[in-house]
């Protein structure tokens, strides 16, 4: 099993930047995937970014792109999302998954892991 717990979530006005953390701890070493979904009211959880474990080059929503970047610090089991130049539009609940499988990674449904979600809001 693996937990993943969020954090870094919080209010910001439009141009402004946060850090989302995500702390994985169980059977981190069986990970292959990282992604960052996130969710606003009404509408479906969408991929924001991902990136492999081990290596490789991260992946990212064409609405996030030059925006948001996604890192990971593997001796410390932690993925970050640093967000920059925020929007309203980017207000959400953003969620941190995971997965030990090779999977197609801006696809939810592929994720079997999942943390509790963090709210960002982006004030106009």
């Known amino acids: 099993q693996v937990q993943l717990v969020e954090s870094g979530g919080g209010l910001v006005q439009a141009g402004g930047s946060l850090r989302l953390s995500c702390a994985a701890s169980?059977?981190?070493?069986?990970?292959?995937?990282m992604g960052w979904f996130r969710q606003a009211p009404g509408k479906e959880r969408e991929f924001v970014a991902a990136?492999?474990?081990?290596?490789?080059?991260?992946a990212y929503a064409d609405s996030v792109k030059g925006r948001f970047t996604i890192s990971r610090d593997n001796a410390k089991n932690m993925v970050y999302l640093q967000m920059n130049s925020l929007k309203p539009e980017d207000t959400a609940v953003y969620y941190c998954?995971?997965?030990?499988?090779?999977?197609?990674?801006?696809?939810?449904?592929?994720?079997?892991?999942w943390g509790q979600g963090t709210q960002v809001t982006v004030s106009s």
């Open positions: 990136i492999r474990w081990s290596s490789g080059s991260p």
């Open positions: 998954a995971a997965d030990p499988r090779w999977i197609r990674a801006d696809k939810a449904y592929e994720y079997g892991y």
């Open positions: 169980g059977r981190t070493v069986s990970l292959y995937f």
